[in-house]
């Protein structure tokens, strides 16, 4: 089992940036994929940020340019960088790795708004 923790959320003027955060108690060095996904009030859970094991990160073309997943496999944390942010991107965030053998384990989320 593997629990991950969100942090990093808020609140933030469009153009604003952010830094999410996803704590994992296992080692995510393990894991075979990584990502990013966010929801929105009334609407379906998207993804923002992929990477399938050593691959370059995908991204879709809404945050493209704009959000960057990383990783630091020596503190067990992925990293989602958002710079620019506009009103659209106000939805509940959430991190989702997948690992051989366990099976794929998501965080419990963080909000975050983008408003003037």
């Known amino acids: 089992q593997v629990h991950l923790v969100e942090s990093g959320g808020g609140l933030v003027q469009p153009g604003g940036s952010l830094r999410l955060s996803c704590a994992a108690s296992?080692?995510?060095?393990?894991?075979?994929?990584l990502a990013w996904a966010r929801q929105a009030p009334g609407s379906k859970r998207e993804f923002v940020a992929e990477?399938?094991?050593?691959?370059?990160?995908e991204y879709p073309d809404s945050v493209k340019g704009r959000f960057t997943i990383s990783r630091d496999n020596a503190e067990n944390i992925i990293y989602l960088q958002m710079n620019s942010l506009k009103p659209e991107d106000t939805a509940v965030y959430y991190c989702?790795?997948?690992?051989?053998?366990?099976?794929?384990?998501w965080g419990q989320g963080t909000q975050v708004t983008v408003s003037s």
């Open positions: 990477i399938f094991k050593d691959a370059r990160p």
């Open positions: 296992g080692r995510i060095a393990d894991a075979y994929y």
């Open positions: 989702n790795i997948a690992v051989a053998g366990l099976g794929e384990f």
